[in-house]
């Protein structure tokens, strides 16, 4: 198998660049270039020749698009784009029928400031024809938006769109598209076009979203609503709190991440100390609404950056409330005890009228007397605790689902050369890396995958080695997002384990492009 693909390709949920023929993606169409070359009877758009015709609206003649071997156009782009929704849900449909197979041409529409939501929405090319005739009215684009000036910019206005491509494709590459869509603020349709996403078509981005990106910039509310924190809310709903954790602790969340390396919980949790085993620490906090001690290294909660003003608006008080007492119908706890500051005063309404209130500074010395008292009345010293194996538990059913659970009877948990590792026996089934909170998954523990047919990528007949190509794969279950462990197998062998780079609508679509990052290749 090739080891060195020329066309290198790079996707983020239905976003998509790289390099196709030469040409790098997401492109602007210079429409008076050889990249748009009309001819008597054909269009020739980057190489490939259509057929003219009259292509009225798609209201009065149904056609919507017009499909290439490699280019999809989607012609009227102007009238499109005045109907935001219908905008967004003709995108969604395309991917789904197209998946990664073809490149989208949106006509006639390449504001800059439009360009990366709908790059987010899956279109990898724009023309400048928008841009020219906004030049001609004399309008300038600027990182502050737009605005008249005394003279044609179309020079300056079409470097400052392919600069935002540029930004879009190292956004795609890095997996922070999301972020770029979300600051790029000042057009009302692009904001408009994102919530629609998120929240009328949650499902399908939801589905191929990366399971990690490299960080997370709430500074709006648009980030309420992205597809991974809103599918660890989702995940959170079902989760089941470790064993022998029966006393649950809801503390205010910190600036710092992990939460327990900041000043506020070293000190709280400093002076408990001797009453942690028996407890199950919850941290409030928005935009991922509650977190689980066990799940604080993890993403998103170690990877989120939200302004800190001790105001929270009504929809992150809505989902936090909302959110804890959904956990609660799901997890019983025989007492609850809540540090609930000002800020967190709402709160209240979600937790049983029965639990253990203390408000204020969580650091007080007083509420610190408060609590170590309150614990101390409630735990039986006696009674049965919970262990670190037990919320290794919790935390590998987080990540991989509810079907793990059979498998892990009878586990231990051992810590060499500093890392923490699930074993039976002799056999090494999880390895924990601190750095993001999850456990790897090791040939001893691929059978488990494969039996069950969880995060399994059919490969070709190989040995996978460093990198598997997408152009070497088969076959992925749609379980997979970018950044999950999965297994690579072959007629039903395990061949080897690593972390997915693109999710399995893309690995099965494309042909070129690095599809999984290997970490063990099995021999014959």
């Keep these: 198998m090739p080891e060195k693909i020329k066309d290198k390709q790079y996707v983020m949920g239905f976003s998509w660049a790289g390099y196709r023929n030469g040409r790098k993606f997401p492109f602007l169409i210079n429409t008076f270039s050889d990249d748009y070359i009309n001819k008597n009877d054909t269009i020739e758009i980057l190489g490939e020749e259509f057929k003219k015709k009259i292509y009225y609206p798609s209201f009065l003649s149904g056609e919507k698009v017009i499909e290439g071997s490699n280019i999809v156009i989607i012609f009227n782009g102007l009238e499109l784009i005045q109907r935001p929704g ?111 996403a998120d929240t009328e078509y949650y499902g399908e981005f939801a589905s191929v979203f990366p399971s990690r990106t490299p960080y997370i910039q709430a500074n709006s509310l648009e980030s309420l609503n992205r597809p991974d924190i809103a599918e660890y809310r989702k995940k959170i709903l079902d989760y089941e709190k470790p064993d022998h954790r029966n006393i649950a602790l809801l503390l205010p969340c910190s600036a710092k991440k992990p939460y327990s390396e900041s000043k506020t919980h070293k000190k709280i949790l400093g002076s408990i100390w001797q009453y942690r085993k028996y407890i199950h620490e919850l941290i409030v906090t928005s935009p991922v609404g509650l977190v689980p001690r066990e799940l604080e290294s993890g993403y998103p909660a170690r990877f989120y950056d939200i302004p800190v003003i001790g105001t929270w608006y009504e929809d992150e008080k809505l989902m936090m409330k909302n959110l804890i007492k959904g956990y609660l119908s799901k997890n019983r706890y025989t ?190």
């Design 335 to 524: 007492d609850i005890i809540a540090y609930i500051p000002d800020d967190l005063d709402f709160i209240r309404e979600s937790i049983p009228s029965s639990s253990t209130v203390i408000e204020g500074r969580v650091t007080d010395e007083k509420n610190l007397s408060i609590l170590q008292n309150a614990l101390r009345e409630k735990i039986n010293p006696e009674s049965e605790y919970g262990k670190k194996l037990d919320d290794y538990k919790a935390l590998l059913r987080f990540q991989f689902g509810g079907w793990i659970m059979p498998y892990l009877e009878d586990i231990k948990l051992i810590n060499s050369f500093h890392q923490d590792m699930l074993v039976r026996g002799n056999n090494i089934l999880f390895v924990y890396n601190d750095s993001i909170g999850r456990f790897s998954i090791t040939p001893a523990s691929g059978k488990f995958f494969l039996e069950n047919n969880k995060f399994n990528v059919s490969i070709d007949n190989f040995r996978p080695t460093a990198t598997v190509y997408a152009m070497g794969i088969l076959d992925a279950t749609p379980d997979i997002h970018a950044f999950d462990e999965v297994i690579m197998t072959h007629n039903n062998e395990l061949r080897g384990t690593g972390t997915a780079l693109i999710p399995s609508r893309a690995m099965i679509d494309m042909d070129s492009g690095a599809a999984i990052k290997v970490r063990a290749g099995l021999k014959n």
């Design 86 to 196: 219908k905008l967004v849900s003709f995108l969604v449909e395309l991917r789904r029928k197209y998946g990664y197979t073809k490149l989208f041409y949106l006509q006639g529409i390449s504001d800059p400031y439009i360009m990366p939501v709908l790059s987010y929405l899956g279109v990898n090319i724009f023309d400048d024809l928008y841009i020219r005739r906004e030049s001609m009215e004399r309008i300038k684009y600027t990182a502050a938006g737009k605005s008249r000036v005394e003279y044609n910019p179309l020079e300056e206005n079409i470097k400052f769109a392919e600069s935002m491509l540029e930004s879009i494709f190292d956004s795609i590459k890095n997996n922070t598209l999301r972020e770029i869509a979300e600051k790029i603020g000042i057009s009302g349709k692009a904001l408009e076009m994102l919530r629609i």
